[in-house]
C-alpha cells in the first residue's frame, strides 16, 4: 500500500472513528511526522513500569522505598526504576507491593502453568504405584507374605500394563 500524500510505502496505519464513521489514512513515516500522527520518540520502558507499578502500590509507597533485600541488596526503587528484580527472594521481601501487581498483570497471585494432557492420566497412576508399594513395604514389614505376594503380582500387572508395547 501507498502512502495517500506521496508515493512512497505507507507504514503508518491510522483509524479514526468519529460520530460512527471511521476513516483510515495510510501515510509514510515521514509524511505522518509532518501530520503529527508521529512523534519522534523512543519508547521507555522504565517509564512505562514505573507508571505501572506506581498505579497499584500508590499509598505504600513511602514504606517500600525504605525495603532493601538482605540476600542482594536491591532497593524496592531500583526495581520500581529498573523493572528486575535481584533475586528470589525479593518476591517474598518485596511481597505487598508485587501482590496486586501480579494479580493486575496475571490475573492470579499463583503460578499454574501449563500441564501436558496425558500427565494427569499419568500422574493418576504413578500415584497408585506409588500407593501399592507403600502397601507392600507394610505387608512385608508386618509379615503378612501372602497380601505381599498379591501386591507385588498387581504391581508388575500395572507396569506392565502401562508400558507402550
Do not use: W
Request: net charge positive; charged share 25%.
Amino acid at each position: 500500500m501507498k502512502c495517500q500524500s506521496c508515493e512512497e510505502p505507507a507504514t503508518v496505519h491510522v483509524t479514526n472513528i468519529v460520530n460512527g464513521h471511521k476513516r483510515e489514512s495510510h501515510l509514510c513515516k515521514s509524511c505522518a511526522e509532518k501530520q503529527q500522527f508521529l512523534k519522534h520518540q523512543e519508547l521507555n520502558l522504565s517509564a512505562i513500569l514505573q507508571t505501572v507499578i506506581g498505579q497499584h502500590i500508590g499509598p505504600m509507597t513511602d514504606e517500600l522505598s525504605r525495603l532493601t533485600c538482605p540476600s542482594c541488596g536491591i532497593k524496592y526503587m531500583e526495581f520500581k526504576a529498573g523493572g528486575r528484580l535481584g533475586c528470589p527472594n525479593d518476591y517474598r521481601v518485596f511481597q505487598s507491593a508485587l501482590e496486586p501487581l501480579l494479580e493486575k498483570i496475571h490475573r492470579s497471585r499463583r503460578h499454574v502453568g501449563k500441564v501436558p494432557p496425558h500427565a494427569t492420566k499419568n500422574a493418576a497412576r504413578q500415584a497408585e504405584l506409588m500407593d501399592f508399594r507403600n502397601q507392600l513395604r507394610q505387608a512385608v514389614e508386618t509379615e503378612a507374605y501372602e497380601e505381599a505376594a498379591r501386591l507385588r503380582d498387581l504391581i508388575r500387572q500395572k507396569e506392565t500394563a502401562d508400558e507402550p508395547g
